[in-house]
């Protein structure tokens, strides 16, 4: 029975992880992967082909070691023609990189074997993690960051229109495009701003409008990358 799971090119020196062990390897790797994909989508944006990939990646790297025999030089190159992999999706987040790497270490320990060391490993990031996501760590500011985008006729100068009503209602504010529309008889500027008060934030709103005639005026989120901070 044994024969069956041995490799056509093993020699004497080759060992063969008996199919047991396999089969349990794979099933702790797996319920790592659950665990991690579980604490990832805690008060997280997410989607489902990234939920299976983080469950199943655990495995899958573990799969890999194994069949190496636990040689983290050939297992390096294995990883290495992974990355020549290119994943047609937009790039994720930090937070999604961060994960993807802990759930290929938790493989890795796993396929080496210390099945204990690799399941303490991930309780214990994983408690990490959500103890930061349920304190906000790191996102004191987010709140204050805006991309504003304001349409203003022709006529108007827009190298300093706006500034004296972001000085007062904003810490920093930059031009970041000056888009023409409507055969040339409108600009649309974008602005990255950060307000000084979010509760002020309507009475901002209402200064522009007088300013630029009641023209359409938008306001989101800004992503926050950490020139900015």
């Known amino acids: 029975m044994t024969s069956l799971f041995s490799g056509i090119f093993d020699t004497s020196t080759s060992t063969v992880i008996a199919p047991g062990y396999f089969l349990l390897c794979l099933g702790v790797s797996f319920l790592i992967g659950l665990w991690l994909a579980g604490i990832y ?9 990234f939920m299976l990939t983080l469950a199943l990646l655990p495995a899958i790297v573990c799969m890999v070691i194994m069949m190496v025999n636990g040689n983290i030089g050939a297992a390096v190159g294995v990883a ?4 020549l992999v290119r994943f047609r999706s937009i790039a994720g987040s930090a937070k999604d990189i961060a994960m993807i790497f802990l759930a290929m270490a938790a493989g890795l320990i796993v396929g080496m074997g210390y099945l204990a060391y690799a399941i303490l490993f991930a309780l ?3 408690a990490a993690l959500f103890a930061l996501v349920q304190t906000d760590f790191g996102s004191t500011r987010r709140s204050l960051y805006r991309n504003l985008r304001v349409t203003i006729p022709e006529d108007l100068d827009y190298t300093d229109l ?6 007062n209602y904003c810490r920093t504010s930059h031009l970041v495009s000056v888009k ?5 008889s409108l600009f649309k500027l974008t602005y990255d701003i950060e307000l000084k008060d979010p509760a002020r934030e309507k009475e901002m709103l209402d200064a522009i409008r007088v300013r630029n005639g009641n023209l359409e005026i938008t306001v989101s989120q800004q992503e926050v990358t950490n020139e900015q901070l």
């Open 180 to 184: 023409t529309s409507n055969m040339g």
């Open 162 to 167: 706006l500034g004296d009503i972001f000085k």
């Open 80 to 83: 290495g023609a992974f990355s």
């Open 124 to 126: 214990l990031v994983g």
């Open 41 to 49: 989508a805690y008060r997280s944006r997410h989607t489902q082909s």
